[in-house]
Structure formats: structure tokens, C-alpha cells
Nanobody, 114 residues
Framework: QVQLVESGGGLVQPGGSLRLSCAAS????????MGWYRQAPGKQRELVAS???????KYADSVKGRFTISRDNAKSTVYLQMNGLKPLDTAVYYC????????WGQGTQVTVSS
């Protein structure tokens, strides 16, 4: 059974920052490539950042240079530091493996607005 619990979202002004956290209970977490996904209203869910078990990272072009993904295997937790937030970053953010497990968490809402 996989459980993913995202937190840290909220309302922030353009240019602001947020740090998202994802607590995962999944066997083999430390070996899995983990990712942060987001889904904006009316759009498909997209992968915005991923991190391998060797801490290699990849980012979507839309967030490169602004977002940083990290992980703490001892805590089975994945983080997403988001700086320079833009209104287009508004979405529900989810964490999951890459490729994803069948189960998804509830996500955390990020709203960027003045």
C-alpha cells in the first residue's frame, strides 16, 4: 500500500516562494525516482521535476532555474522549493514516483495571485 501526503501549498504573490513537502510510505522509496507533478484547471497533469535515487534531477523547461527538488530518504520525504512563482504555476501539486504508482495523494493547492 502506497500513501503519499503532500503539504505546504498556499496563496502567494507573484515572485514569492513556497516549499512543498511529500511524506511517502512506500516500500522501496529510497530506490525510486520520485517526482512532483501539477495539474492546472482544465489541463492534463504534468511532471515538473524528478529526482533519482542517486540525486540526479530533471526539470520541465517551464520551471527550470526556479524550482529545486530534493529528497530525504531517512524521512521518506521529497521536497519542492519553488521560487519566483508566476500565476501560470497555479495548480494542484502532487508527488509520486516517476513513472507514477497507481495511488495518488490528495495534492496541495498552490495559487499565485496578486
Amino acid at each position: 500500500q502506497v500513501q503519499l501526503v503532500e503539504s505546504g501549498g498556499g496563496l502567494v504573490q507573484p515572485g514569492g516562494s513556497l516549499r512543498l513537502s511529500c511524506a511517502a510510505s512506500a516500500r522501496g522509496f529510497r530506490f525510486a525516482t520520485m517526482g512532483w507533478y501539477r495539474q492546472a484547471p482544465g489541463k492534463q497533469r504534468e511532471l515538473v521535476a524528478s529526482i533519482t535515487n542517486t540525486v540526479r534531477t530533471k526539470y520541465a523547461d517551464s520551471v527550470k532555474g526556479r524550482f529545486t527538488i530534493s529528497r530525504d530518504n531517512a524521512k521518506s520525504t521529497v521536497y519542492l522549493q519553488m521560487n519566483g512563482l508566476k500565476p501560470l504555476d497555479t495548480a494542484v501539486y502532487y508527488c509520486n514516483a516517476d513513472p507514477p504508482f497507481t495511488e495518488w495523494g490528495q495534492g496541495t493547492q498552490v495559487t499565485v495571485s496578486s
